[in-house]
């Protein structure tokens, strides 16, 4: 539709028309002015006009929409009667529909009217959308609402009927590159989901998620955020979280990376570790590893060797032993998905080697030697030594016996100290865990006594979650 805003002379009715009426005459057409005489025409006027009658007292007045293409000198036909004094251009009113007489109604052609005004305010708001200009950085100009994908990928522009206008972010669409976007998760399961406002259209690297959980986890869990799909979280950048990583409850931020979700709260503080000590030599033990174990610290203390034995006094002199050698000692940490589901432990009598698995090992001090005579000394036994530990150490080596006086002493362990050299006696056992045994003594015709023996080894897993 077109509507030209023309100014036209008023003109009378030339013949009186009812409420009901759908055409009327004007007493002539002759239009712009008086000068020029020019005649009224379609083509003046486009193809939608309104005009308003009123009397001469303007006691009454109303106003209608007519077919432009038929003014003439024959009858104008009406298209809308009784149209609102407001600009409404569509509504047509029985109250305001009026009966009007010949000569003593003038007739208004294009002025006055509320609803050409109306028209140029609908034009105008039309125009607005699909042809002003659009803005720049150096004109000002017509802009559009980015939706929410555009205003989240940061798209600078949109193109309407080939014209590209700059998006502008309205307040309640504009997000930072990490959406820190928090709630609270309701599945119960290790699959946690969230639903955000205003909801995110496709995940990108960077953004940012807080989540109260819903449950403690578990084992490996996702995030899904606003229905877009399920993405592991990640601990130490490419790590699945472990059993009571997360806590019911606990608060959770995560970063996607563009694959998984990285977790950037800290995780759950671990429980009291666990703490199992072996000892039984007679046989091998079997650990197996428990779920949501996080790593553990192992300690192999290894047996303490015998002390050397003194055998009956002669009348040659006296007979002495020298004390055993110190366990050896292993500690390590070893992470959980480094450990097989079992590990074979193994607690070594003298002369046997203690161990975890493959991770840490230690051997056993040996025993002191022993001698007849009263001008001999008997030699201490050497230290055990660990290996394959984070910390390896070397038991102590016994010391040798002084003929005729006392047995060696034992040497220490890590664990464990040496026993006492024995005066005429038995030589003392070795202390705590592989500490090595005294050395005995017997005096000339005096009868035999025996070495102490070495402290037994220990192995030590403590286990963290």
């Given at each position: 539709?077109?509507?030209?805003?023309?100014t036209i002379?008023?003109k009378?009715?030339?013949?009186?028309?009812?409420?009901?009426?759908?055409?009327?005459?004007?007493n002539?057409?002759?239009g712009?002015?008086?000068?020029?005489s020019?005649?009224?025409?379609?083509?003046?006027?486009?193809?939608?006009h309104?005009?308003?009658?009123?009397?001469?007292?303007?006691?009454?007045?109303?106003?209608?929409?007519?077919d432009?293409?038929?003014?003439?000198?024959?009858?104008?036909?009406?298209?809308?009667?009784?149209?609102?004094?407001?600009?409404?251009?569509?509504?047509?009113?029985t109250?305001n529909?009026?009966?009007?007489?010949?000569?003593?109604?003038i007739?208004?052609?294009?002025?006055?009217?509320?609803?050409?005004?109306?028209?140029?305010?609908?034009?105008?708001d039309a125009a607005?959308?699909?042809g002003?200009?659009?803005?720049?950085t150096?004109a000002?100009?017509?802009?559009?609402?980015?939706t929410?994908?555009?205003?989240?990928?940061?798209t600078?522009?949109?193109?309407?009927?080939?014209?590209?206008?700059?998006?502008?972010a309205?307040l309640?669409?504009?997000?930072?590159?990490?959406?820190?976007?928090y709630?609270?998760?309701?599945?119960?399961?290790?699959?946690?989901?969230i639903?955000?406002t205003?909801?995110?259209?496709?995940?990108?690297?960077?953004?940012?998620?807080?989540?109260?959980?819903?449950?403690?986890n578990?084992g490996?869990?996702t995030?899904?955020?606003?229905?877009l799909?399920?993405?592991?979280?990640?601990?130490?950048?490419?790590?699945?979280?472990?059993?009571?990583?997360?806590?019911?409850?606990?608060?959770?931020?995560v970063?996607?990376d563009?694959t998984?979700?990285?977790?950037?709260?800290?995780?759950?503080?671990?429980?009291?570790?666990?703490?199992r000590?072996?000892?039984?030599?007679?046989?091998?033990?079997?650990?197996t590893?428990?779920?949501?174990?996080?790593?553990?610290?192992?300690?192999?203390?290894?047996?303490?060797?015998?002390?050397?034995?003194?055998?009956?006094?002669?009348?040659?002199?006296?007979n002495?032993g020298?004390?055993?050698?110190g366990?050896?000692?292993?500690?390590?940490?070893?992470?959980?998905?480094?450990?097989?589901a079992t590990?074979?432990?193994?607690?070594?009598?003298?002369?046997?080697?203690?161990?975890?698995?493959?991770?840490a090992?230690?051997?056993?001090?040996?025993?002191?030697?022993?001698?007849?005579?009263?001008?001999?000394?008997?030699?201490g036994?050497?230290?055990?030594?660990?290996s394959?530990?984070?910390?390896?150490g070397?038991?102590?080596?016994?010391?040798?016996?002084?003929a005729?006086?006392?047995g060696?002493?034992?040497?220490?362990?890590?664990?464990?100290?040496?026993?006492?050299?024995g005066?005429?006696?038995d030589g003392?056992?070795g202390?705590?865990?592989?500490?090595?045994?005294?050395?005995?003594?017997s005096?000339?015709g005096?009868?035999?006594?025996s070495?102490?023996a070495?402290?037994?080894?220990?192995?030590?897993?403590t286990?963290?979650?």
């Amino acid at each position: 539709m077109s509507l030209i805003f023309a100014t036209i002379p008023p003109k009378r009715l030339a013949q009186g028309i009812t409420s009901a009426s759908s055409s009327f005459y004007i007493n002539n057409i002759i239009g712009f002015d008086t000068v020029d005489s020019l005649d009224v025409t379609s083509a003046d006027l486009g193809t939608q006009h309104y005009c308003v009658f009123r009397n001469d007292t303007g006691s009454k007045i109303e106003i209608m929409e007519i077919d432009p293409t038929t003014i003439s000198t024959g009858p104008i036909t009406i298209v809308r009667r009784g149209l609102s004094y407001y600009g409404d251009r569509t509504t047509q009113t029985t109250a305001n529909k009026l009966d009007w007489s010949a000569n003593e109604t003038i007739v208004q052609l294009g002025t006055d009217a509320p609803q050409i005004f109306q028209y140029l305010k609908e034009y105008i708001d039309a125009a607005s959308i699909v042809g002003a200009v659009p803005a720049s950085t150096t004109a000002a100009g017509i802009v559009v609402e980015g939706t929410q994908a555009q205003v989240d990928a940061k798209t600078a522009t949109t193109t309407i009927s080939t014209v590209v206008y700059k998006n502008f972010a309205p307040l309640d669409k504009i997000r930072a590159t990490k959406y820190h976007d928090y709630a609270a998760d309701s599945v119960g399961t290790d699959a946690y989901a969230i639903t955000i406002t205003p909801a995110i259209t496709a995940y990108s690297a960077g953004q940012e998620f807080t989540f109260k959980a819903g449950t403690a986890n578990t084992g490996t869990c996702t995030l899904n955020v606003s229905g877009l799909g399920a993405k592991t979280i990640k601990k130490n950048v490419s790590v699945d979280l472990e059993t009571g990583d997360i806590l019911l409850n606990q608060i959770v931020t995560v970063v996607y990376d563009g694959t998984n979700m990285q977790l950037k709260s800290s995780i759950a503080s671990p429980i009291v570790p666990v703490v199992r000590t072996y000892l039984n030599a007679a046989s091998p033990a079997t650990w197996t590893k428990p779920s949501g174990l996080k790593y553990v610290v192992v300690e192999v203390q290894a047996a303490g060797g015998n002390g050397g034995n003194a055998a009956s006094g002669g009348s040659s002199g006296a007979n002495t032993g020298g004390g055993g050698g110190g366990g050896g000692y292993s500690k390590k940490q070893i992470a959980a998905a480094t450990l097989g589901a079992t590990e074979t432990i193994t607690i070594g009598a003298v002369g046997v080697t203690s161990s975890y698995g493959s991770h840490a090992t230690a051997t056993s001090g040996s025993t002191g030697s022993s001698v007849s005579g009263g001008t001999s000394y008997a030699e201490g036994g050497a230290g055990g030594s660990g290996s394959s530990g984070d910390v390896n150490g070397g038991g102590g080596a016994g010391t040798f016996s002084i003929a005729g006086r006392l047995g060696g002493t034992g040497g220490c362990s890590f664990y464990g100290g040496g026993g006492k050299g024995g005066v005429n006696t038995d030589g003392s056992s070795g202390t705590g865990y592989g500490g090595g045994g005294g050395g005995a003594q017997s005096t000339s015709g005096a009868g035999a006594s025996s070495g102490g023996a070495g402290a037994p080894a220990i192995v030590i897993v403590t286990e963290y979650y």
